[in-house]
């Protein structure tokens, strides 16, 4: 099924250390984004991509990096954990066009201890 | 700049009755306005997409929304709730000219009383 996959689907993690959130679509959309939903705030945009080869910076980028060596993948790193990132991440793509959806992954539930 | 306000943080109705979610948004240019559902601990599904080709705008699940240029406004209806339909929605704006960013209210929990 076409659709995009996000690994692991949860993690408990030491602050301090590092970590890589994966995402991969299969469905050739040219924009990517990364979000993490805490409570009562809805989803808040990480960092997005347009196209492979670029990224931008969303509302919360501090703490996250990302790159996008080609279409499908899009990693989101958090360099050195720290328990404010303990949140639930979600990524999406989407196609150019004036109304057009984004699709979401599952998400990674990120415990920071 | 894109904004979206959804006015109330919980809602409760009883099934077999309307419910009503609201959705006030801001934009500076023609909206992509969207709702999608999240049942607990699962991902987001889409619900409805305005597309300007008509107001209301029929979803899955029964589910309409619509679009009110005077007011800002895209509620989202349904004329009679299901136990099915507790979850937390989400209204959502997009700005194509703005590098495609999504950007979400806060989100509304839905809860149907038996």
């Known amino acids: 099924i076409a659709g995009i996959t996000q690994a692991p689907t949860s993690q408990i993690l030491a602050a301090g250390r590092r970590m890589t959130l994966r995402c991969t679509q299969d469905m050739r959309h040219n924009a990517m984004y990364w979000y993490r939903q805490d409570l009562g705030l809805g989803l808040r945009l990480i960092h997005y991509?347009?196209?492979?080869?670029?990224?931008g910076k969303g509302e919360v980028p501090d703490g996250y990096s990302v790159s996008r060596a080609n279409t499908d993948d899009f990693p989101l790193t958090l360099a050195s954990a720290v328990p404010s990132q303990t949140s639930v991440y979600f990524c999406a793509s989407s196609d150019p066009g004036l109304y057009t959806e984004a699709f979401f992954g599952q998400g990674t539930r990120l415990t920071v201890v | 700049a894109q904004s979206v306000t959804q006015l109330d943080s919980h809602v409760s109705v009883s099934e077999g009755t309307p419910v009503l979610l609201r959705c006030n948004y801001s934009s500076s240019y023609s909206p992509s306005l969207f709702w999608y559902v999240q049942h607990p601990n699962k991902g987001l599904q889409l619900l409805l997409k305005?597309?300007?080709?008509?107001?209301l705008v029929k979803g899955i699940n029964g589910f309409e929304a619509e679009f009110k240029k005077s007011e800002t406004s895209f509620h989202l209806t349904k004329p009679s709730a299901h136990m099915s339909d507790a979850a937390e929605y989400f209204c959502?704006?997009?700005?194509?000219?703005?590098?495609?960013?999504?950007?979400f209210g806060s989100g509304t929990k839905l809860n149907v009383k038996p």
């Open positions: 991509s347009n196209t492979a080869g670029t990224t």
């Open positions: 305005y597309t300007s080709a008509a107001t």
């Open positions: 959502v704006v997009s700005d194509k000219r703005n590098f495609n960013k999504f950007y």
